[in-house]
């Protein structure tokens, strides 16, 4: 017959845990029963062989039921070791409650973790008769299985897990039950893993440290500031080696006192205070640094010392010109060279020429152009050939800029300088152009003030923002452009003199569109590949027209004009004069190099007749011209779906997206004129010359 084993404990959640363990290592041997005090089941039978109790306060409560003659053990209890995986994880000085349903376990669980070396937290107990209130510090509660008396602000839990059966305790039930002793070396084994695997976890934890220590001594080594730590009486503790290259102080460093080495800082408050210091000019021999220094505060808010950041003012310098081109200046970049600026007319490639020749000097350029000539294009590829390549370039439209925001767009303003001003002021565009170029468009539209305090910055080289009293010295090359006549408002007395000669040291004048020959066609070529890619195809009659036009609107109306054929005119259609918006369609056609507009016009005619035919929308089109021009005998217009009853009745039945396909493309040809809202459309006298044609066709 098998031994009994019986383990009897307080509550339900050790019982279960406890019981499992056993089942795992005595089952085959032994029969095991359990019972809890909050059970309701009966008090286990006085037969069996081997009483566990789970600790002393348990066994004062049940030793009055325990059978006189049994053999009873009082359980020694641990933490499985495996569990303190968790607490490896938190920082030195991590605040936590223990929780505990008696006083007892919860200095247990204190105890049991000390054991183990976690004696770095900082905890308190928490058990009932000591409940702890919530004053914000604690967030981390760590419990062993039980959780009824987590505090509810508590947001984390560890749970180390119940406490498990000791070692000792596992050896006398193997002694008092007979069980194989091999069973006691299963059991001993398992331990001594969690416990292995325990300390190569903290051994991992501290190779790691010193890996970690190990590469910020290799940063330090490699850094160019000079890094130094003092401890509370302002001794240097450490230094790397660039402190010993920039500070003319005694050697060693290490165990000199700071003030030694840095003099006219005030170390004082920041060890005394915690005050940190952030980029403090200080002389040091004959040269200028930059000092920061950090408090260096324990968990608790006790200062043991200071970190000390020193750096030489000139190589702030430098890094300030990295900053204000990769940061602050960000967008302020020119984007275009002289290989991007189109064209091979002789007037053309004299002018870049010039431009290139200018470009290698650092003296001002005016620009003069008419607008949309590429007088930003030009002062953009200047800027990248120049020797300030590398610096910012910013631009300013006085056309576009109201007159009371141009000075402290220019120049930058002062927190508080005017109403809406931003918090901490602005930096002005002269600022943000410091080392770099700044291009100042259309100059001409500049107010005679303005142009006075303009004057004064390019001749001083120098700033102060609007409502400070600080001057700033700037470096910056100025290129201006106009599309006026400079020189006839200077005459009119609406431009400066002294600013106009300041400004024109190197003239450029950019030719129209309309001097520079073929260079139109190149340019048409270049925008539809560019962004369509694609090639139009020109009717030889709209080529000539288009040549013949004088282009008021440069290369910037030839962009807008390739951009409007693209999106309204079918890749493998063959473009012809109705393609064109409707402003620059009507301006050919009263052109007087045209012999006449009915020549033109039944050209284009024949070309949108061919575009019906791809789309065998011939006949459509056909029937819906004639019902256009039956309504307008009596002065009417006619919309989709008076013209999809009309053709119904003639025995055509088309879907309305249909009619609507047609009249669109016989509006964009201007074959229709639109009447007022749900009058619908009417035919005009182009639309009938269409209709005479697709008559004589269909004959």
């Not at 970690?212 to 509370?232: F, G, H, T």
């Not at 027209?545 to 309204?568: H, K, M």
């Not at 088309?654 to 004129?673: A, E, T, W």
Request: net charge neutral; with cysteine; hydrophobic share 40%.
């Amino acid at each position: 017959m098998r031994k009994k084993l019986c383990f009897i404990t307080q509550g339900e959640v050790v019982r279960q845990t406890i019981t499992n363990l056993f089942i795992d290592f005595f089952g085959q041997y032994v029969e095991i029963i359990s019972w809890c005090l909050v059970s309701k089941d009966p008090f286990p039978p006085a037969d069996c062989d081997l009483y566990v109790v789970s600790a002393p306060a348990t066994y004062e409560l049940v030793k009055s039921r325990l059978p006189a003659d049994g053999r009873v053990i009082i359980a020694e209890r641990i933490i499985n070791p495996i569990r303190f995986d968790a607490l490896l994880d938190l920082r030195p000085g991590t605040k936590a409650i223990i929780v505990g349903n008696t006083q007892e376990r919860a200095e247990f669980a204190l105890q049991a973790i000390r054991q183990f070396g976690v004696d770095y937290l900082d905890v308190q107990l928490h058990y009932p008769g000591n409940n702890l209130t919530d004053t914000g510090e604690f967030q981390l509660a760590i419990i062993t299985g039980e959780d009824r008396h987590i505090p509810g602000w508590i947001t984390k839990v560890i749970d180390l897990g119940v406490k498990e059966i000791a070692l000792p305790t596992y050896f006398e039930i193997i002694h008092y039950l007979d069980i194989p002793p091999m069973v006691f070396g299963d059991i001993a084994r398992l331990y001594m893993k969690a416990i292995f695997d325990l300390t190569l976890r903290r051994h991992g934890i501290a190779q790691v440290n010193r890996e970690m220590r190990r590469r910020m001594e290799v940063i330090l080594k490699n850094v160019d500031d000079a890094i130094l730590s003092i401890n509370i009486q302002g001794v240097i503790q450490t230094a790397n080696p660039a402190c010993e290259q920039l500070l003319p102080a005694p050697l060693p460093l290490v165990g000199a006192c700071i003030k030694d080495a840095i003099g006219g800082v005030d170390f004082t408050q920041c060890l005394q205070e915690g005050k940190g210091i952030s980029n403090e000019v200080v002389l040091i021999g004959d040269q200028h640094y930059l000092i920061s220094v950090n408090p260096i505060q324990h968990h608790s808010g006790a200062i043991s010392g200071a970190v000390v950041i020193i750096r030489p003012v000139s190589q702030v310098q430098k890094m300030e010109t990295k900053v204000r081109r990769e940061l602050t200046t960000k967008g302020n970049l020119a984007k275009y060279t002289f290989n991007k600026i189109i064209g091979q007319s002789a007037e053309l490639q004299k002018t870049l020429n010039l431009a290139e020749r200018f470009a290698k000097t650092d003296l001002s350029i005016l620009i003069e152009g008419e607008s949309g000539v590429g007088k930003e294009l030009f002062a953009q590829s200047i800027h990248n050939v120049s020797k300030r390549a590398n610096g910012p370039f910013v631009a300013l439209n006085f056309a576009a800029l109201p007159e009371h925001l141009a000075e402290s767009e220019l120049f930058g303003y002062e927190e508080g300088s005017f109403t809406g001003a931003k918090k901490g002021g602005k930096r002005g565009l002269f600022e943000e152009a410091h080392l770099g170029t700044i291009f100042l468009d259309e100059i001409g539209d500049a107010s005679l003030e303005l142009q006075a305090i303009l004057l004064r910055v390019l001749e001083e080289k120098e700033v102060r923002r609007v409502g400070g009293r600080e001057i700033t010295p700037i470096d910056v090359r100025v290129i201006a452009a106009t599309n006026k006549n400079l020189i006839h408002l200077v005459k009119e007395g609406k431009f400066r003199r002294d600013l106009f000669y300041r400004l024109c040291t190197l003239p450029i004048n950019i030719p129209p569109l309309r001097n520079r020959g073929k260079d139109l066609f190149l340019l048409i070529d270049s925008f539809a590949s560019r962004m369509y890619n694609r090639r139009l195809t020109l009717e030889p009659a709209l080529t000539n027209l288009l040549a013949a036009y004088d282009w008021p609107g440069n290369v910037r109306e030839v962009q807008n004009v390739v951009r409007y054929i693209c999106n309204f005119v079918d890749s493998d259609v063959v473009v012809g004069i109705e393609d064109l918006p409707a402003y620059l369609r009507e301006a050919m056609l009263a052109n007087p190099l045209v012999n006449t507009a009915a020549e033109v016009m039944h050209e284009s005619e024949y070309v949108f007749i061919k575009k019906l035919d791809k789309k065998g929308m011939t006949g459509l089109v056909l029937e819906i011209l004639w019902q256009l021009k039956n309504a307008s005998k009596e002065g009417t217009g006619l919309g989709r779906g008076s013209l999809a009853l009309l053709l119904e009745a003639k025995g055509i039945v088309v879907p309305h997206y249909k009619i609507r396909n047609c009249l669109s493309m016989l509006s964009r040809g201007k074959y229709l004129d639109a009447g007022i809202t749900r009058q619908g459309v009417k035919i005009n006298l182009q639309g009938e010359e269409l209709l005479r044609c697709l008559e004589e066709k269909t004959i």
